[in-house]
């Protein structure tokens, strides 16, 4: 099934429009939905819409949310989501981030009462597209992984993302769960069918659980031991904590409970590229390391991918043709417009 | 062999002063190494106080450098660290970096022609007994690790280290390499006679290579896959590139080349850690969570150690009692002490 662009962007907002979201939100909901589909991640795209949908109908997202300022000065901005949909907060914490960045040459933003924005990766990305370097931290929407040598699942996968900008070709754009896999991956595994790789998920003995149906018995592995489980409390302190949003033990399971808020905490921080030598240099530089390293010796003979080539590559294909959609996401969104009396139908 | 903190900072400063070091800047670098030896971080502690003393002689590092901040705003400053030591760089920058913060709530302090500035670890803490959180990446010294999927060892085990002050106990201090292992690891395996673990360093063909006297037959493996790698490229870009420092084909191996300066290049991230709350609120917060993740079930039944909590609990151990230095460590110290007519002797 293979959609254009702007068509999954035009349903998807009419859903999420139906559904009571005000017009500008919905539209920038649908835009970073589809824009995580269109650079492969799908386990953060369309999959999410009707998740989405039943926790606005459960009382869990505020339809009518407006997301605002409630602290700022010259390089920094907290902003209260008011529990609306984590899309439309993190697109504002990071326009706000990049204009107080334009002047200041860094600039954080902190949001409290947010949800779950999707794609980590898109959110530096738009940072990067204006000459800036973008760091996005967020405390994850479920636990599954205890501290390293712990038996209570009381973090998360905590995503990083980091983006680059560069004279030419893709920005570098990583976007990591710092565990193994995240339960997004888990899910994309599930719904395709696919046993999960061992080294992501561990029995309550260590021992590897494969069949992403069993997933949920189980915990998730952080990458590097310590290292990974590290970095996931580092993320959950400084996007959670910080801003006065769960972590550890207060961190609301989105996938089973529909109604709680989940107060969910983001950090950006948006560095201009030019913060300490003229823009031009930097990126001419970052691109002639980004070339280096992926024509560097490779094990299959082919150039290196690096983080966030791929997921350019897509990008420029699927806008030149479209985008392929699951069956059953497709479906999802299709009885999600039947329950509206929409009768548009992917 | 024991030694008392003060002890050691002394003898250590009459080193780089008899080295043509100026005095303050050979006390600070003296209190950054016995520091890291104060918090079990031996591979970057007075070990290395022979290398760099080499590296003067050689003129690999300007013993007559003097830091100075060459671009600087209200947010961010960039230094110049004039190839002197990198402890005597980052402590500057790391002063800069809380000063600025103290104002406009977040600060980015980048550096280059900085050198090897040891622990990561003490950066960020220094900032954290300021009521700030702090983010250290540095590029390493020595390359040993291929991007992932590659075979040419272009990359190096490139440092994170982030920390979030507590109301109570010790802050919460992540200090990680990007790679399994750091070379100073290795080192210390080596000086030690222990075999390395299955998955620091990889044979050509991605064989375990653990004989510690072999490590350099090999590759460095990173944490998690592609993921380690992506931080990797991701710390090398923002705090060498972005700063007009050395990485990947560029890095200087400070291990096998005494003579050339590195170029070293560091990013620091200060950020109030009551940027978006108040200081106290936020500060009891943490310590909640912390103490919550400490008490979390366990495997060993011991509750469990967070990042930093040992680091804090041989700090305190190490300065009522003395410091436990390798009989190598002080051999070298010592001949470097008779090489410069220095009558003292540990």
Redesign the interface.
Same mark, same amino acid.
């Given at each position: 099934m293979r959609y254009s662009f702007d068509e999954l962007i035009s349903f998807c907002t009419e859903l999420f429009c139906a559904a009571g979201i005000r017009d500008e939100h919905a539209l920038i909901a649908a835009q970073r939905l589809v824009e995580a589909d269109l650079r492969g991640r799908s386990g953060h795209g369309l999959i999410r819409v009707a998740p989405y949908l039943e926790r606005i109908r459960a009382g869990g997202i505020d339809r009518y949310a407006q997301p605002r300022v409630i602290?700022e000065?010259?390089?920094?901005a907290?902003i209260d989501g008011g529990n609306g949909l984590g899309q439309v907060v993190m697109t504002m914490a990071v326009e706000l981030a990049v204009a107080k960045a334009a002047e200041?040459?860094?600039?954080?933003v902190?949001t409290?009462n947010s949800n779950h924005a999707g794609a980590a990766g898109l959110y530096p990305a738009m940072a990067a597209r204006h000459g800036m370097?973008g760091i996005y931290l967020a405390v994850a929407n479920a636990n599954g992984m205890?501290?390293? %040598?712990?038996?209570?699942p +009381? $973090?998360g996968p905590n995503p990083?993302s980091?983006a680059?900008p560069s004279a030419d070709g893709p920005p570098?754009l990583?976007d990591?769960a710092t565990t193994?896999a995240s339960h997004g991956a888990i899910k994309v595994a599930r719904q395709a069918g696919r046993p999960l790789p061992v080294g992501w998920v561990a029995d309550r003995e260590g021992g590897p659980i494969t069949d992403p149906d069993r997933a949920d018995e189980g915990f998730l592995l952080p990458?590097?031991?310590?290292?990974?489980s590290?970095?996931t409390?580092?993320v %959950?302190?400084?996007a959670g +904590? $910080?801003?006065?949003a769960a972590?550890?033990?207060d961190v609301v399971d989105h996938r089973t409970n529909p109604s709680t808020p989940t107060n969910t905490g983001q950090l950006f921080?948006a560095?201009?590229?030019d913060?300490?030598?003229p823009l031009e240099?930097?990126l001419a530089?970052?691109a002639e390391?980004l070339r280096?390293?992926r024509e560097?010796?490779?094990?299959?003979g082919d150039p290196?991918?690096?983080?966030g080539d791929q997921a350019a590559h897509l990008e420029e294909e699927y806008l030149r043709d479209s985008l392929p959609i699951a069956p059953a996401v497709r479906d999802a969104l299709n009885t999600e417009a039947a329950r509206a009396n929409i009768p548009r139908r992917l």
């Amino acid at each position: 099934m293979r959609y254009s662009f702007d068509e999954l962007i035009s349903f998807c907002t009419e859903l999420f429009c139906a559904a009571g979201i005000r017009d500008e939100h919905a539209l920038i909901a649908a835009q970073r939905l589809v824009e995580a589909d269109l650079r492969g991640r799908s386990g953060h795209g369309l999959i999410r819409v009707a998740p989405y949908l039943e926790r606005i109908r459960a009382g869990g997202i505020d339809r009518y949310a407006q997301p605002r300022v409630i602290r700022e000065t010259a390089a920094s901005a907290h902003i209260d989501g008011g529990n609306g949909l984590g899309q439309v907060v993190m697109t504002m914490a990071v326009e706000l981030a990049v204009a107080k960045a334009a002047e200041a040459g860094i600039a954080v933003v902190g949001t409290v009462n947010s949800n779950h924005a999707g794609a980590a990766g898109l959110y530096p990305a738009m940072a990067a597209r204006h000459g800036m370097a973008g760091i996005y931290l967020a405390v994850a929407n479920a636990n599954g992984m205890p501290p390293w %040598g712990g038996t209570d699942p +009381v $973090l998360g996968p905590n995503p990083i993302s980091i983006a680059v900008p560069s004279a030419d070709g893709p920005p570098f754009l990583l976007d990591i769960a710092t565990t193994a896999a995240s339960h997004g991956a888990i899910k994309v595994a599930r719904q395709a069918g696919r046993p999960l790789p061992v080294g992501w998920v561990a029995d309550r003995e260590g021992g590897p659980i494969t069949d992403p149906d069993r997933a949920d018995e189980g915990f998730l592995l952080p990458i590097g031991g310590y290292k990974g489980s590290g970095l996931t409390i580092a993320v %959950g302190l400084l996007a959670g +904590v $910080l801003n006065g949003a769960a972590f550890g033990h207060d961190v609301v399971d989105h996938r089973t409970n529909p109604s709680t808020p989940t107060n969910t905490g983001q950090l950006f921080i948006a560095l201009r590229a030019d913060a300490f030598r003229p823009l031009e240099t930097v990126l001419a530089d970052v691109a002639e390391h980004l070339r280096a390293l992926r024509e560097s010796g490779s094990q299959s003979g082919d150039p290196l991918r690096l983080p966030g080539d791929q997921a350019a590559h897509l990008e420029e294909e699927y806008l030149r043709d479209s985008l392929p959609i699951a069956p059953a996401v497709r479906d999802a969104l299709n009885t999600e417009a039947a329950r509206a009396n929409i009768p548009r139908r992917l």
